[in-house]
Structure formats: C-alpha cells, structure tokens
C-alpha cells in the first residue's frame, strides 16, 4: 500500500466528518465503516463512500483525480442495478480540518451518495431470519438476466486462455497459502482433489468459453454478486457494490455472474433459494446451452471464496465453501421430471416449487413457446398477430424442449419439463432420453375438478402474469386430445391432486429420495 496524503491528514478528514453538522441535511449521529479501500460514513438518510488514497497491485487510488474517476465509474456502472439507490457523486470541500460540502475551493476530496438503507435488509441478514423467499430470488434472478441484456458487449478472442490463466494464477495462490500452514485449516484436506478437478476442467471448455464470447455472453457485468452485495431496497432484492475498479473482473460471461450468487446460497446450505434464482435467470435469459459451465464457474467461485477467507483467517468459514464445491465435483444422478395434465391443473404451480426443494432445471413450454416466436414471456401472441399454438409448432416447441432437456441431463442436472403432455408419443420421446442416458423418470399427473380448472384459468387471464395464454376453452379442447398413460408409463406416474394441503412438498420429498437412491453408485464427474 503507499498512500498519498499524509496520513494524518487522511485521518483528520474522516474523523472530522464524523462531525453532523458537517453535512448539508439533517444527521443526528454519524457512524463509520470501512473496507481495505474504502471509508463509508453513515450520515442521516444517507451513506457516503469515500475511497482510500491507496495503491495496491490490483486498484490504484494514489491521486485525487484516480478517486474522483472511481467514484464516477462506481456510480454509472451501479445505476444499472440499484438506480434509485445510487444518488450521485459529491465533491468535498475546505480543508481536512474543517470539511464542507459547499463549493467554496477545490476540492479536497470525493463521495460516493447513496440512500441509506437497514442493513437488516441486506441478504445475509434476510438468510440468518429466514426471512427471504424462493419467489423473490427467482424475480431478482429473472431482474439480473433483463439487465444483463442491456450490458456492453465484449466478443473479442482469447476469452478462454485469459480465463484459464486467471483460474490458475487463483489456484497457485490457494494452494501456496494452504501449504504454508503446518496444520489442516479447519478440515481443507479434500483441497487438492478439487483443485485438479477445476484445472482439468478449464483445460477441457475453452472452446466453450470462446464460442459463448462469439455468442455475445462476456458483457459488464456486476462481477461481485454474493449474498453481501443483495440487499431488498424499495421492497424488491438489489444488487449493489458491484466491482468498479477492475474491468477485467466483471468483463466477464453473464453465468459466471449468475452462478457466483447461485454458488454462495448453495453454500450456505439454501439450495432451494439458489435454484429459485437460477430458474428465475435462466427462464428471462433462455441461456440454457450454458448449464454445462455451470460447474465450471460454481468451484472456481466457491474456491477464490476460499482463498479470501483463508487469508482473513476464517478457516472455518472457509471449509463451508470447499464443501460445496467438493460434493459438486462428487456429482449425482440426475432425474427427469415431466409434468402432465390439462391447463389449469397445477402443473408451474407444482413444478416451481419442487424445482426448488429438489434442486433442478424446469424448462417451461409456454416460456419457450413465446421466445421461439420472438416475444417475451408477458406478451401477447394474440396481439402480435402469431399464431403459436398450431400443430406443426407445438411439435417444433417439444423438440425444442427434448433437446434441452437432454443438455441440461448431460450437465448433470436434474430437469422439470413444464409442459402439458398430453399425447403418449410426446412423453415417449422424453421416456426414450432417460432410457438413453440411464436417468429416473417422473412423470406427475396434475389434477383437479373441472370447475377449479376454469375458475384457476379465469383468475389467471384476469392477472395477465403468466406465459400460458390458455383459456376454458383451450382446456375442454385439451379434454378430448388426452391420451391415457401407456402401461409402460404408470410405473412412472405419480398423480396429484394440486388442490391437497402439503402435495408440492410430499411430491419434492419423494424427488429428493430419488435423487439419493439414484445417486448411491455417483462417481466424480469428469469435466
């Protein structure tokens, strides 16, 4: 580190900030924090981030022009998640002394403004209570692919090499540090055995990383998305703090993003939580070809937590993130679930929430539906003029969804297939898949009384929230196209009546025995 003020003169700005009538609103009291690089005074209504005249090898806050820059570069590229919390940069001014915020001389230093918000609100105070759902992380993952969408572009070539260098440069540095210890830190044994998993890993998808920065996927990113940079601001969860001061670190692919926070509440022992936010993101981004990475991105993440707490002295902590990656890296069979029924009987209903507790992969038909004929999830075909529920394109719409179903049972991934399934050939296609890849199949029969199938149908149009477009009279149709379970098939079946207390959570009981019993023989998976 080498500052550049004097120290004391660092020192005497901050403590005399701690001064509310400093301010140009109303403080009461003034509370300050700090990180390796930043000062944040807590002020009233609001918190001022004010970065540290630092320079390390991988930030360089040395001048005051470089923190005026950083503040800057922090508010534009934080308002693309959090715009209402970021409120702007503020100049400091007078002396160390006597700071005002009035323009009256140069300035002496800058300010990051945000609203201050209840640090009881942030994620990892929202786990601790139990006080988060599965709903809102599967909004807040759907919210991150939409930004993500409107993210700058980075195609250029070399993408895998770069990655793979920083990979090995991450591992190097874990290992050295774990190596200097005489003893095992809190139970790091299995370290190298995930350790070489990650490097044969990274040698063997270059050429998947490349093809995907080809395909538009490296973007800005946040580039810190744990559950400390979450926080629920205006009653929806908000990403912040995102990593402004390195591009290379959120220059990067947009799953890399998404599984960072899908890896931390893994770890945290809150699967349904991260599944809930993996669907949510994958359903808005339909990046589905991406799911074979997912591993990839989940240990390496998992791993460079472990390094940073290691060297905070937290080999406890540390041992929790190796175990995720570690039981990741043992893999598991997967297990295909199809749903089946008539419209209005349950079917995302159901399959959103096993696909939680059960942690797997659903693929909606009326999502892919829409998306195949160029149109969100909320928008109308009607009204677009389209047509997509003919024959010839309901049979386009299951071939796309065997086949990505099959990538995503290739990745090792469970998969909920969300779709109405009424005809035998239709589910014997996906019968055919699990045969071939030696995987379990369910197949769950939604059920309910006519009458709460049309009361169900009229409530959803009223809403105007759903992908499904279909109506009473969609759902008589779908009466008479039914064709009953072939016997081969009922083996299979479990029926479920949607209207029964309890019937999600007995239906994903009975999935996460399956997954068990068919995950005894599990081998590690090769990358």
Known sequence: MFPVSRPGTVSELIEALRE??????????????????????????????????????FVDFSTLERRRQACEDELRLNRRFAPTLYVDVVAIHGTAARPIFEPRSAPIEYAVRLHRFDTEQELGALLARDAVTCEELNVFGQQLAQLQEG????????????SQATVAANLDELLAETSARPEDPGGLQPLAEVARWLRDWAAGCAAALERRAALGRVRECHGD???????????????????????????????????????????RGRRDLAYAFLNG???RAGDYEAIGLLGYFFVHRALVRVKVLLLGGEPGEARRYLDAARILVQGSRAVLVLTCG??????????????????????????????????????SSLQAGIDIYTSAFNDRVYERLLHLAGEQLRAGQSVIVDAAFLKQAERHRFSALADELDVPLVLLHCVAPAEELGRRLSARQRAGKDASEADEAVMLRQVH?????????????????????????????????LQAEASSDRKTVKP
């Open 342 to 379: 008539l419209s209005g009987s349950g079917k995302t209903w159901l399959s959103e929430r096993v696909m939680a507790a059960a942690g797997a992969i659903r693929i909606r038909s009326d999502v892919e539906r829409k998306r195949m004929a160029g149109l969100q999830a909320d928008q």
């Open 281 to 283: 993101w994958l359903e």
């Open 481 to 513: 196209a039914w064709e009953p379970f072939a016997e081969f098939e009922r083996g299979a079946v479990i029926e479920v009546d949607t209207r029964a207390p309890g019937a999600a959570a007995r239906v994903a009981a009975r999935i996460v025995n």
């Open 225 to 267: 998305l744990h559950v400390g940079n979450v926080v629920r601001f205006e009653g929806r969860l908000t990403a912040f703090d995102c990593l402004e001061f390195d591009i290379s670190l959120r220059r990067i692919d947009v799953l890399d993003d998404a599984a960072f926070l899908f890896m931390d509440l893994v770890a």
């Open 151 to 162: 993210c700058p572009v980075y195609s250029t070539a070399g993408m895998a090499q770069r």
């Open 20 to 57: 509310p009538a400093c301010y140009p609103h109303p403080v009461a009291s003034v509370v300050v924090k700090q990180t390796h690089i930043s000062w944040v005074l807590l002020a009233g209504t609001y918190a001022y981030k004010i970065k540290k005249p630092v320079r390390f090898g």
